[in-house]
């Protein structure tokens, strides 16, 4: 049996959609004003695949939120 590797605090989280057959990767970027959360998914066909999509993803988020575009009327 393998052991199951735990992302960390701000990570984002990894899963698998079954209905779709893909596997989604969402990572959070905070609150909005009015509460909501904002949250960013990306998919893909393999685990592996959306991992690097996540890893490129939270290098934008770390980069600053005017350069992901969305959000706008905020």
Do not use: C
Not at 46 to 56: A, Q
Not at 62 to 73: K, Q, R, S, W, Y
Request: charged share 30%; hydrophobic share 35%.
């Amino acid at each position: 049996m393998t052991a199951t590797v735990r992302r960390g605090h701000g990570e984002g989280s990894v899963y698998r959609d079954a209905a779709n057959s893909t596997w989604v990767g969402a990572i959070s970027l905070g609150w909005r004003p009015d509460g909501w959360r904002m949250r960013r998914k990306v998919t893909g066909r393999t685990k592996t695949e959306v991992r690097e999509k996540l890893k490129k993803l939270q290098a934008e988020a770390d980069a600053g939120p005017e350069d992901l575009g969305f959000l706008h009327g905020v």
